[in-house]
C-alpha cells in the first residue's frame, strides 16, 4: 500500500521534485555503508552506537536487521554495542551461513573486550537456527568460557493474556522462568 501511495504521489507532483527525491535516494545509497565493526548502516565510519565511548564495550548484542537494531535503540534500556548479521538462516528462501558472515562475528566475538554475546534472533523457527549458527561461530573463539552467549528471554509478554498465547510461547515462559525471591 505505502509504494502504491508512493508511486501515486510521484505522478501528482512536478517532474522536478519527484526528480529531486530521485536524486536524493541515490545520493542516501552512496553514502551509507555497513559499519565496519557492527555492519549497521550508517553514512560514518565506525557508525555513532559503535564510537560513543559510554557504551559498554563488553556486551555485544547479535541482531537479524537493522530494524532490530532501531527496535532496540528505541527501547533506551540497552547500553552494549551490536552485530548486525543482515539476514537470518532461511532454507526456503535461499539465505545460508555464508548471507550473515558470521566470519565477522567471530572476529568480533573473539576481541578481547567483549565479555558477553548476547543473542537477539527472533524467536521463530528461522531465528532458532540462526541462534545455533551464532552459537558455533562464538563458540569458535571461547577461551576459558569467554565471551559468554547469552539469549534474549523469550515468554509472556507483559499485557498478553495467558488464554491468547500460543503453546510455543507458554513452553517458552515456563522454560525461561525465574525464582522470586522474598
Known amino acids: 500500500r505505502s509504494a502504491s501511495r508512493l508511486a501515486h504521489h510521484l505522478l501528482r507532483v512536478?517532474?522536478?521534485v519527484a526528480l529531486a527525491l530521485a536524486d536524493a535516494i541515490r545520493a542516501a545509497r552512496a553514502r551509507i555503508r555497513p559499519c565496519s565493526r557492527c555492519r549497521a548502516p550508517s553514512e560514518v565510519d565506525p557508525c555513532p552506537i559503535c564510537s560513543d565511548g559510554a557504551r559498554d564495550a563488553g556486551l555485544l548484542l547479535v541482531v537479524e536487521t537493522p530494524r532490530d537494531l532501531g527496535a532496540v535503540e528505541a527501547g533506551?534500556?540497552?547500553r552494549g554495542l551490536y552485530y548486525v548479521l543482515g539476514a537470518r538462516l532461511s532454507p526456503l528462501e535461499g539465505v545460508d551461513a555464508q548471507a550473515l558472515?558470521?566470519?565477522?562475528?567471530?572476529?568480533?566475538?573473539?576481541?578481547?573486550?567483549v565479555v558477553e554475546v548476547c543473542i537477539g534472533t527472533n524467536p521463530d523457527l528461522e531465528g532458532d537456527g540462526t541462534a545455533l549458527a551464532v552459537i558455533d561461530a562464538v563458540r569458535s573463539v571461547q577461551v576459558d568460557g569467554r565471551p559468554r552467549i547469552s539469549r534474549l528471554a523469550r515468554g509472556l509478554p507483559t499485557g498478553g493474556q495467558i488464554e491468547y498465547?500460543?503453546?510455543s510461547v507458554i513452553a517458552d515462559a515456563f522454560e525461561g522462568r525465574r525464582a522470586l525471591d522474598a
Do not use: F, I, K, M
Request: net charge negative.
Open 101 to 113: 558472515d558470521l566470519e565477522g562475528l567471530a572476529t568480533r566475538a573473539g576481541q578481547p573486550d
Open 165 to 167: 498465547q500460543n503453546a
Open 76 to 78: 533506551g534500556s540497552y
Open 14 to 16: 512536478p517532474e522536478d
